[in-house]
């Protein structure tokens, strides 16, 4: 059994702790995928494919499985913090790429925390009380990063508590569906039909994308690993089993939904699984999913900045970002410099950010970091053996998940790409002052040491 890990002597480097078993990681998964997209996702869905929702979420399923085959393998034999970004570099040793990839992660988490803490901002709160939108916005990122700063362990604890309550709802959606269903006032036929106007194929895979997302627990977690006991076993279970359990969970939601509500509502509505409450007539109260959203929101927040920072903490430790973003805190051992660049960064985006423009930018940089550690996973079977058990998918499986990003990445549309672009030149830019300023810091260090040693210095010494 693997033990916590010693407090370090005076003067010695401090090292993330390894906190999380794998009834916690698997909850971080879960969490950070049954978050706030379920609650729009099957709307957005019906608009392209009917009430065939199923389909698109099954074709996100596969994807998400084979690449979170590569996941399991490369985080097994690397367990270190720093995710994609760590595996580029083993296999390619480029700096530039691995600071890239691994920035482009960051900035995933960054985006996709600021458009959930405008969502919890919003209309949601505003159906509760009535607060003023950007400070509620700030507020709820700096308590959001004050758990962070508390340590992993309160993070996932968070998480946790979080967790039981979005699947708690999300289960009585299931169960009111059921009811409707026995009670002989549901269309079970319409989980057959397409939308009208949209050639099914075309359709099926352009919901797919908005599926994909719901499934994008898994890198978060990579980005752990540094903080996982015994990760060779815990990762595998945690990861396989939280992916299974959201894709049973979204199967259920699309079917069920649909059997309550015609798919042409679903796809008007803002607030789906509200609709699918109010139209089975069992009481429900509204306001129940109201908090429930609100929950759900906050606990993705919550996850991707803590991925986010970890990714920072990960970069600086391969000497790809300034040293100070390795700092942790003495006694909480988190990365207190990474969880407040990330915070700063996320407070910015949520004032000048759109919500659905940096969510489907969300998507297309996870799937240019996913081809990438696919393609890394690849390289390293051969080029890196390691001599730890770990675990191991067969050469097909990362291949095939290559040619499904690519599928994937054709149905993003040009304003989407052009973010991504966007992204890739403020990378670009940040990598080269780090470069500068790593490199400025070392000359200045061999100086002092030059100078230390030279001929003179000895007698100049008071001693």
Do not use: C
Not at 98 to 127: E, P, Q
Not at 216 to 236: D, H, I, R
Not at 292 to 321: D, E
């Amino acid at each position: 059994m693997t033990k916590d890990i010693a407090p370090p002597a005076p003067g010695a480097k401090v090292g993330l702790k390894r906190a999380v078993g794998t009834p916690l990681l698997f909850a971080f998964i879960v969490g950070d995928t049954l978050g706030a997209g379920i609650y729009t996702l099957v709307g957005t869905m019906a608009d392209d494919v009917g009430g065939v929702i199923w389909l698109p979420l099954l074709i996100a399923l596969v994807v998400a499985l084979l690449t979170a085959g590569t996941y399991a393998e490369l985080i097994t034999k690397y367990p270190h913090a720093g995710g994609a970004a760590r595996y580029v570099d083993r296999a390619f040793n480029v700096p530039y790429l691995s600071f890239l990839v691994g920035f482009l992660m960051m900035a995933s988490g960054i985006t996709t925390a600021a458009a959930l803490a405008n969502a919890f901002a919003g209309d949601y709160l505003g159906a509760l009380i009535d607060v003023p939108q950007i400070p509620t916005a700030i507020v709820f990122i700096i308590l959001l990063t004050l758990i962070n700063l508390r340590g992993v362990r309160e993070s996932l604890a968070a998480n946790l508590i979080a967790s039981v309550i979005e699947v708690t709802g999300l289960v009585i959606v299931i169960v009111i569906a059921a009811i409707v269903l026995g009670s002989g006032n549901g269309e079970p036929a319409r989980i057959f039909e397409f939308a009208p106007d949209v050639p099914p194929l075309q359709g099926a895979f352009a919901a797919s994308i908005v599926a994909f997302f719901s499934f994008l627990g898994f890198e978060a977690a990579a980005n752990m690993a540094e903080e996982v006991k015994n990760p060779s076993k815990a990762y595998p279970r945690a990861l396989f089993g939280a992916i299974i359990t959201a894709a049973v969970v979204y199967l259920l939601i699309a079917i069920g939904a649909v059997i309550v509500l015609p798919p042409a509502d679903l796809a008007e509505s803002t607030g789906p699984l509200l609709d699918v409450v109010a139209a089975s007539g069992l009481g429900v109260p509204n306001w129940l999913f109201g908090l429930i959203a609100l929950v759900a929101i906050a606990n993705g927040a919550l996850l991707f900045m803590v991925m986010a920072s970890r990714v920072s903490y990960g970069l600086a430790t391969a000497g790809l970002l300034p040293r100070m973003f390795e700092r942790v805190l003495p006694k909480r051992r988190t990365p207190w410099v990474s969880i407040l660049a990330v915070a700063g960064a996320t407070i910015l985006l949520s004032l000048i950010g759109d919500v659905a423009t940096l969510a489907e930018t969300t998507v297309l940089l996870l799937l240019l970091v996913f081809l990438s550690a696919n393609v890394s996973v690849l390289v390293l079977k051969t080029k890196d053996p390691v001599d730890h058990p770990h675990f191991t998918v067969p050469r097909i499986v990362p291949i095939l998940a290559i040619i499904a990003s690519i599928v994937l990445l054709t149905q993003q549309s040009w304003t989407v790409w052009l973010g991504a672009l966007a992204y890739i030149a403020v990378g670009s830019a940040l990598f080269l002052v780090a470069r500068y300023t790593r490199k400025r810091g070392d000359d200045r260090a061999s100086a002092r040491e030059d100078a230390a040693t030279a001929p003179g210095a000895a007698a100049s010494d008071p001693e």
